[in-house]
């Protein structure tokens, strides 16, 4: 449903002075392009590697902290790649991103995604033992193929 | 190799796969989804190597608990990949980015070839002194730029600048691509 209050504000954001500079360039929306996906395999990564050592699938007899440690600064690394150039990616075409329910989805699982991660995930690795830890690194995992996929579908709507 | 793209072209399951609504895109999402399973469990590979990460565990332990996974993600971006050019023969093969990632992905796998093969013979030497050679080291790190610059050039190969069907291009764009132009139909045009 088309809100009046919201399209206008992401015709603003399309307007900003970062939105149509992008726009206006062949080469750059391809190029922030590439290194948004670069900061997402950096991103995933780090998930991949946390959440399959929960899930046991992989890392079996190293303590699960301190893979924390090692992969959480790649977490803040990807995640601050894909932030610095998914904003500009979505200015350039922020009108398109409303009417896209990959956009959505991708926003949705992304807030999710970062709140379990700093607020569940991260917290319980340290307090917790036991089954729950592998639905903890399943949820996680799902949670961020869901934004990885559904980031890839906002081109093709 | 052109005419063997165009054969490819035009077989049904090519038609099929270009033609479907869904299939396509859900091809390339479980691309992108293997890349980053690919590329992020390399990079930690590759930065254990250049001792930056999982210091307290020894290399042949790292590539035991990493490897099989970025090998995973190799073989789902590689089916995946085939799919996406059988799906588009023609213009792919005929894509300067593609051929560009193409190269890349050469380069890097011969660097990958000769840095595992010494690596399987000399983790455990490592694993001992706790020294890496430097030349592993930049191995590791060429590695990544490889990738990199594969992930790059592949993201490019959606955009059509130096397509065939986009005339005129300098010539030496199209002798790249192997486009056959007829350049009498650009006669008049500066630098043709």
Known sequence: MVSKELIDIFYALEDTFIGEYVRSSIWLFPVIESFHLIGLG??????VIMDFKLMKLIFRGTNRIYVLEQTKNF????????ILTGVPLFLSEAVKCYYSRAFWIKMIGLVIGVLFVYFVRNPLIVKKEGTILILIGFVS???WTVVAASGRWIGFS | MLDFAFWLSETEWSIALHESLYLYPWIESTHVLSICLFFG??????????????NNLSISEMNRKVLPLTVFGFLVMSVTGLLLFYAIPVRNYQNIFFRIKMILIVVAGINAFFFHRRMSKEALVWDKDSSIPRSMKNSAITSLVLWSLVIISGRMIAYNWFDCDRQPQPRWINELTSCEVDYSLFEGIDGF
């Open chain 2, 41 to 54: 469990t390399l990079l930690f590979v590759d930065l254990r190597l250049t001792d930056k990460v999982f």
């Open chain 1, 42 to 47: 950096i991103l995933g990564g780090s998930i």
């Open chain 1, 141 to 143: 995992f799902s949670i």
């Open chain 1, 75 to 82: 977490f803040i690394l990807g995640l601050s790649l894909l």
